[in-house]
């Protein structure tokens, strides 16, 4: 008897075309948002590098989440899930390491250097790299979840170190202007503004193509049972 494949839900397309149709405001916002002191027009780089690193922690930690998730009850769902948010995490996070390099070459002088900032996150970018290749390596679909599970888990104690690094050790990173350890804001409230309005187009296209991703992964799924 054939499956009946599972179609996106409105929910799935609400936050695709929210995400979408708030995209431009987005643009718009952070180019008439005012230059920095210090960094002029450039700094305007962050209004898409900060969001996309933001989303690729959460992206990690959604992965975190629904791995313990699978450790307590190995539902094959919460597999997906996890898979599905790490593969829209590393998209993200690939973004934040990009705008990083354009404004680092600017301010720096180069395009990389190995500061605490960005080898902790090209680290974390490589641990979900791997999260795939070891996927894409099993076939035994329960084998794959256990391990992709443990990877799941263990990888994300990458992504407080990384947030902390400009803490912990010296750096050539600036410190973060939304200090999420104290509550402390150092911007602009034109530039807030911008920046938390990015963030929050963002988060819905992130709910939207996880939500969307998830589902393929369970088509996916259904042709390997067939």
């Given amino acids: 008897m054939e499956r009946t494949l599972a179609r996106p839900d409105a929910w799935t397309w609400a936050f695709l075309g929210l995400g979408l149709l708030l995209l431009p405001v987005g ?7 005012p230059p920095d002191v210090n960094q002029g027009y450039l700094v305007r780089i962050m209004y898409l590098h900060v969001p996309a690193a933001w989303l690729g922690y959460l992206a990690f930690f959604v992965t975190f989440l629904y791995s313990l998730l699978y450790v307590f009850r ?5 597999d997906r899930v996890a898979a599905s948010s790490a593969e829209i995490g590393l998209v993200f996070l690939g973004l934040a390491l990009v705008t990083g ?3 680092a070459r600017p301010t720096w002088g180069v395009y990389w250097t190995w500061e605490p900032r960005l080898t902790t996150t090209a680290i974390l970018f490589a641990v979900y790299v791997g999260y795939f290749l070891l996927r894409s390596a099993i076939e035994d679909p329960d084998l794959r979840a256990k391990a992709s599970t443990a ?28 200090d999420l350890t104290t509550g402390r804001v150092q911007m602009d409230p034109e530039m807030l503004q911008a ?7 963002f988060t819905l296209l992130y709910l939207g193509f996880v939500r969307f991703r998830a589902l393929l992964a369970a088509w996916e799924a259904q042709k390997e049972e067939a």
């Fill in 151 to 178: 990877v799941g888990i263990l990888g994300f104690v990458n992504v407080p170190i990384s947030y902390m690094s400009v803490k912990w050790w010296r750096s050539l990173h600036q410190t973060q202007s939304i």
């Fill in 101 to 103: 390099m354009l404004w």
């Fill in 27 to 33: 643009f718009y916002l952070a180019l008439a948002a």
């Fill in 195 to 201: 920046l938390l309005f990015n963030l929050l187009v």
């Fill in 74 to 78: 190995p539902d094959p769902r919460y």
